[in-house]
C-alpha cells in the first residue's frame, strides 16, 4: 500500500520520510560538491562542466524541495484536520507571541520618547535661559 502512494504522502511512514531527508540532503550535497572540489584542487575548473552540473542538479534540489514541503503542508493540514482545537491553540500562541513583540517596540519607543522629549525639554530650557540672560545684558 506504501509503494502505491506518491513520495512524501503523510501515512507512508518514516522509510518515506527518512528518504525525502536523504534525497534532500543528497541532492544539496551533489549541488555544492563541484565548488568544494574546485575549492580543494585549485586548478583552472571548466566552467562549461559547471554549467552542465548545475543544469541538471538546480532542477533536483527543487523538486527535492518541492516534496520536502508538499510533505510538510501534508502533514499540518492532516494535523489541523484531526485536531482543529491544536491549530486554534497554536494561532493563539503565534499571535500572543507577536503582541509580546509589538508591545516590547512600543515600549521601546515610548522610552526613545521620553528620551527625547526630555532632551528637547532641556535645550528649550537652556534657549530660554540663555534668551533671559541676553534681554538682561542689553538692558544693563
Given amino acids: 500500500m506504501a509503494a502505491s502512494q ?3 504522502a503523510p501515512n507512508s511512514g518514516q ?6 531527508y536523504e534525497e534532500f540532503h ?14 580543494e584542487n585549485p586548478p583552472n575548473p571548466s566552467v562549461e562542466n559547471h ?6 542538479l538546480v532542477p533536483k534540489f527543487a523538486d527535492n524541495a518541492r516534496a ?4 510538510f503542508v501534508r502533514w ?16 493563539i500562541c503565534e499571535m ?6 509589538k508591545d516590547a517596540l512600543l515600549a521601546k519607543i515610548y522610552e526613545k520618547l521620553g528620551e527625547w522629549k526630555t532632551t528637547f525639554t532641556n535645550e528649550a530650557m537652556e534657549q530660554k535661559k540663555d534668551q533671559n540672560e541676553e534681554n538682561a545684558s542689553l538692558l544693563n
Avoid: C, W
Fill in 76 to 91: 499540518k493540514t492532516i494535523f489541523g484536520n484531526l485536531n482543529p482545537d491544536e491549530l486554534v491553540k497554536e494561532e
Fill in 51 to 56: 554549467r552542465a552540473a548545475v543544469e541538471h
Fill in 15 to 20: 522509510a518515506t520520510e527518512q528518504n525525502l
Fill in 26 to 39: 543528497r541532492s544539496f550535497v551533489d549541488l555544492f560538491g563541484p565548488l568544494r572540489f574546485d575549492f
Fill in 96 to 101: 500572543e507571541a507577536e503582541i509580546r513583540r
Fill in 68 to 71: 520536502m514541503e508538499l510533505y
Fill in 6 to 8: 506518491p513520495t512524501g
